[in-house]
């Protein structure tokens, strides 16, 4: 079988690779791109069996557009959903009625139905959420200090930067000296919201400790992890049962309802994550970081992220 994929996303493209290993081991012919714009590459020459994608949050349609190809061709398009509501982008809506679409959980699909997928299967999750309860704490991060604090970022940097800002004033309210903050700003943050000064008046007033590697790998190794927008890292601290805050205010939520097809975040919404505004950073830092705070998160990330895939 010839397959191509595509995703312009970092996130789906993670798990379309996954898939694509998988598939040559099996003798499939597979032609992926992704992280970048198709530019010259033609997937269909020559003309796969199956096309899958990702639906990206960028606004260039390449994926889209892809799929509606796909059907002139009379190739199979499969949809897969990397993470919560990915396959609701706004630009997709009308388009994908010949889709299938490879659903992340059971909660959605009705949803799903109603937007205007006409085939949806449940497969047990994305594949790298399988990966995510295997995590490991990495040997000899802990320092002198009480607290190792981590922030990710989303590609608008204006509003990574505010989340950061409250992060950091929190931390110190918190715990003077005794933190350290590990910062992983997002690997394609768009340059238009970016002011390298902004940032540094905040950073000047913390801890901040370098360590490499991306920030789902460092999850297991702090204490506290804080995201917002459409994170996937949320959903791995739920999998690793680690305390993790997702920050939500005004503009996140309208960047949402553009980006996702709803305002909120259902890692955050259903309690697998504590939901933080810029008025409570403190107060759910502070209660997620107690025995009893960071046993109620658990009891319900154990409930809304099983270790073993549900039953569609």
Not at 39 to 48: A, E, R, S
Not at 216 to 245: E, M, N
Not at 265 to 290: H, I, N
Request: aromatic share 8%; charged share 25%.
């Amino acid at each position: 079988m010839r397959i191509a994929m595509y995703a312009m996303d970092v996130g789906p493209y993670g798990n379309l690779e996954m898939m694509a290993k998988e598939a040559e081991k099996l003798g499939h012919a597979v032609k992926i791109v992704g992280k970048q714009p198709l530019g010259d590459t033609n997937l269909f020459d020559p003309l796969p069996d199956v096309l899958f994608t990702g639906l990206s949050s960028f606004k260039n349609g390449e994926e889209i557009a892809l799929g509606q190809v796909a059907k002139e061709h009379k190739t199979s398009w499969m949809v897969l959903a990397d993470t919560h509501r990915a396959w609701a982008r706004p630009a997709a809506k009308g388009k994908v009625a010949d889709a299938i679409l490879a659903i992340a959980t059971t909660d959605e699909i009705e949803d799903a139905k109603e937007f205007g997928y006409g085939w949806i299967k449940y497969f047990g999750g994305p594949p790298k959420w399988q990966e995510f309860p295997n995590i490991k704490p990495l040997p000899d991060l802990s320092g002198p200090t009480d607290k190792l604090i981590l922030v990710g970022g989303i590609k608008d940097a204006m509003l990574t930067d505010r989340m950061l800002e409250k992060v950091v004033d929190a931390s110190n309210s918190l715990f003077g000296r005794s933190w350290e903050l590990i910062f992983k700003p997002h690997p394609a943050e768009d340059e238009a919201t970016r002011n390298g000064q902004r940032r540094a008046n905040i950073l000047v007033r913390t801890w901040l400790t370098n360590i490499p590697g991306s920030s789902t790998s460092l999850l297991a190794s702090v204490d506290l992890s804080v995201f917002t927008g459409g994170a996937t890292d949320t959903i791995a601290c739920a999998y690793l049962r680690k305390p993790c805050i997702f920050y939500e205010d005004a503009d996140i939520r309208a960047r949402n309802d553009k980006q996702l097809g709803e305002p909120t975040w259902y890692p955050a919404e259903v309690g697998a994550c504590a939901k933080a505004t810029p008025e409570t950073m403190r107060d759910v830092m502070m209660r997620l970081l107690t025995e009893k705070g960071a046993q109620e998160l658990k009891k319900m990330q154990e409930k809304i992220y099983p270790l073993e895939p549900q039953a569609e």
